[in-house]
């Protein structure tokens, strides 16, 4: 089964307001991950935050994890139209550090 | 550096047929992956690789094989291609089995079984 579960599904909004993602796990976690796939094309990381971060910023990124409440958030600032893709979070377990991910959010961005 | 790469990009395959995906990196990554990636349900795990001459099972393993002769390539093998198996392959690779490890991915194989 899954381990990470994104939400919403899908989320439309306007260039420049800002995009909020929300993946939740099940079990604890070395790490995790989010993930960008623009239509037809393979998956490029976007940022990683370990088990004992609570906060992570890079560019227009911010991610949050609670390891609490297993979730993470993924904040996108004054979006824009190219940020329009697919988001996936994904998570390592276990020793052998075996990478799961959710079944992603479709964002899309309208100019 | 060509990062990783997949070939075919697209195949079309019938019910029985076998065939194998290629998969290469030129990064020297010890750690490899293949994901299935069905609409509806994200990414899913097939084998991966913790290094030469060793794999394992993901969450999906059943109707594939992998083996890892090299550090540079891990092919997956359809035995007995199935309807089922139609989807998008995507390989990857990481540096090594350390948890603050990005994952680099290929751009994928469009498998059709029909």
């Known amino acids: ?111 | 550096n060509a990062g990783v790469t997949q070939t075919p990009k697209f195949q079309v395959l019938k019910t029985g047929q076998s065939m194998t995906l290629q998969c290469a990196q030129d990064m020297n990554h010890e750690y490899m992956s293949w994901y299935r990636q069905d609409p509806g349900m994200g990414l899913r795990l097939i084998h991966y690789s913790v290094g030469a001459g060793i794999t394992d099972q993901g969450e999906v393993p059943n109707g594939y094989n992998v083996s890892r002769s090299t550090t540079e390539d891990f092919p997956l093998r359809l035995l007995s291609a199935a309807p089922s198996q139609t989807s998008v392959y995507f390989c990857a690779s990481r540096i090594g089995q350390g948890v603050y490890n990005e994952q680099f991915f290929g751009p994928g194989t469009r498998l059709t079984v029909l």
């Open chain 1, 1 to 111: 089964s899954q381990q990470g579960e994104e939400d919403p599904q899908a989320l439309s909004i306007q260039e420049g307001e800002n995009a909020t993602m929300n993946c939740s796990y099940k079990t604890s976690i070395n790490n995790l991950q989010w993930y960008r796939q623009n239509s037809g094309r393979g998956l490029v990381h976007l940022i990683l935050i370990r088990s004992n971060e609570r906060e992570k910023h890079s560019g227009r990124l911010r991610v949050t994890l609670d390891t609490s409440k297993k979730s993470s958030s993924l904040l996108i600032t004054a979006s824009r139209a190219a940020d329009t893709a697919s988001y996936f979070c994904a998570t390592t377990t276990g020793a052998n550090s075996k990478l799961t991910f959710g079944k992603g959010i479709t964002l899309s961005v309208r100019p």
